[in-house]
């Protein structure tokens, strides 16, 4: 989904700055299965409000620069519902994490156990978070992706807890291709 799409699905919920969009992404309801950035929600918001498919209002801060608040307009909730018409793409998981455990044997065998322990880490805190997230007033769609998301979360982390002896206990029986350490 491009960041346009995903800035006028945030302004259906309501009101928001920037940066409030931003953070629906890193501690709110999408932060398990989208990602945008500042750098592409601010091009995208100019590029919406030039097209009339949201508003902008300042709204004046002593000592800061104006906060713009969007506002998604009628025809932006006629775009934003036309968009998500289309089948979305296939999903992909992106991972720095996979990326480098891939790699595991060119890496020390006490850095590939700290990268699982944190990651395992990192699994259980976005669990939790989940967990103690009450989407029931939001309706049926944010309650069924927010158990989704601990569907997926949860079998990740069982899979990391389940398997991590196999890929660092492993690696001494396969010294040549273990990483000099």
Sequence with gaps: MDVRTVCLGVLTLGDATGYQIRKMFEDGPFQHFT??????IYPALGRLHK?????????????????????????????FAKA???????DKIRSDFLFTLFFEHLLPQQLVAAALDEQI???????????????????????FVNRFGQAVYAAALAFLEQNKPALVDGRAKRPERQAAE
């Design 35 to 40: 990602d945008a950035g500042f750098g592409s």
């Design 121 to 143: 880490a990192w699994y259980r805190a976005r669990l939790e978070h989940l967990r103690g997230c009450d989407r029931s007033g939001w309706g049926d769609g944010p309650v």
């Design 84 to 90: 998500i018409r289309n089948a979305p793409g296939p």
């Design 51 to 79: 097209e009339g498919l949201v508003t902008c209002e300042q709204q004046s801060q002593s000592g800061r620069p104006d906060k713009k608040i969007y506002s998604i307009t009628g025809t932006g909730r006629q775009a």
